[in-house]
């Protein structure tokens, strides 16, 4: 009797709001087994003035170690006041990284900062998890003199004031490079200075860097991971560069190259061409043994 009643009881519930409760239950289920996440934030500003935020995605595996997470769901928000604006959403490469690019015009609040908020949101593996770049815009320009021996480059460093006025930015630390195939190279064992009152920092490129066949080569100034500012680039081209002639043969007959030497070439040939020549000649004489076996047989 009490398990009739009890059953009359249950039934007195409707169908959904069962399936609304185990629904529930499940969705519970599956937020507990997401794993904690964690972001890491990176801002530069290129040559053109193109302002990138990266951002690196990392999860908690069952060891409790934090491994880059690919294809989480990353979103990108610049801050209005107390509102957030949606940049851009993004999934993470095989590496955790992922980026997003900046409009020109960034909302400013009172002290000229800009605000950007990157959310992990609405993931399947990983928890919620957000991260915030509060920076300053900056100006990094370049002065070069192509007819100075002495081979003087000149950053200058300024920032917006709060009446519009460029004001010059001291004591920031300016890096100077040359720029290669791959990245870039430091210009000297000592190639940082650090600007003046006036925003100046003055670097002499030294001699005898490598350029092309004329001598033309890039120079780059880069202000690296600045706590206010984050890391800012300019380039300029100069012909301050070493001439270098172009390579007649720049794959040269070697052992180690795609392209032996002919008598390496020619004696490997003989070895190879020998044991074939071998293999061809007992597979003949085999078959002359054969034939005279047959026709002894048949005799």
């Known amino acids: 009797m009490k398990t009739l ?15 609304c409760a185990i629904l529930f239950i499940g969705i519970s289920t599956i937020q507990a087994q997401k794993s904690a996440s964690s972001i890491q934030l990176s801002f530069s500003k290129k ?8 951002a690196l995605v990392s999860g908690k595996n069952k060891e409790g170690k934090f491994l880059p997470a690919q294809n989480a769901h990353v979103n990108f928000y610049l801050k209005n006041d107390k509102d957030f604006v949606l940049v851009t959403k993004t ?3 095989a590496s955790g990284r992922t980026n997003a690019t900046l409009p020109k015009d960034l909302p400013l609040d009172a002290e000229h900062y800009f605000g950007v908020t990157v959310k992990v949101e609405n993931d399947e593996v990983l928890e919620d998890a957000e991260e915030e770049l509060r920076l300053k815009d900056v100006h990094l320009s370049l002065k070069l003199n192509p007819q100075d021996t002495s081979r003087t480059a000149t950053a200058l460093v300024t920032e917006t ?7 010059p930015v001291k004591d920031i630390a300016i890096n100077f490079y040359v720029q290669r195939l791959f990245g870039v190279m430091p210009a000297a064992d000592e190639h940082s200075v650090t600007t003046n009152d006036k925003g100046e920092a003055v670097f002499s490129y030294p001699k005898g860097i490598p350029g092309d066949t004329v001598g033309k080569m890039t120079i780059v100034a880069m202000i690296e991971d600045n706590d206010t500012y984050g890391t800012v680039e300019t380039k300029s ?4 560069g070493k001439a270098v002639p172009l390579d007649k043969d720049p794959f040269p007959r070697a052992l180690w190259s ?8 020619i004696l490997l040939s003989c070895l190879y061409g020998g044991v074939w020549f071998c293999y061809f000649f007992m597979f003949y004489q085999l078959r002359k043994i054969k034939k005279e076996e047959q026709q002894t047989a048949n005799n």
């Open 5 to 19: 009643k009890t059953n009359l009881k249950m039934s007195r519930f409707p169908n959904w709001i069962i399936s």
């Open 161 to 167: 004031a709060a009446d519009g006025a460029e004001k």
């Open 258 to 265: 795609a392209h032996a030497k002919w008598p390496m070439i």
């Open 237 to 240: 081209p100069c012909v301050w």
């Open 91 to 93: 999934t993470t490469d």
């Open 47 to 54: 040559t053109d003035n193109s302002q990138i935020v990266s």
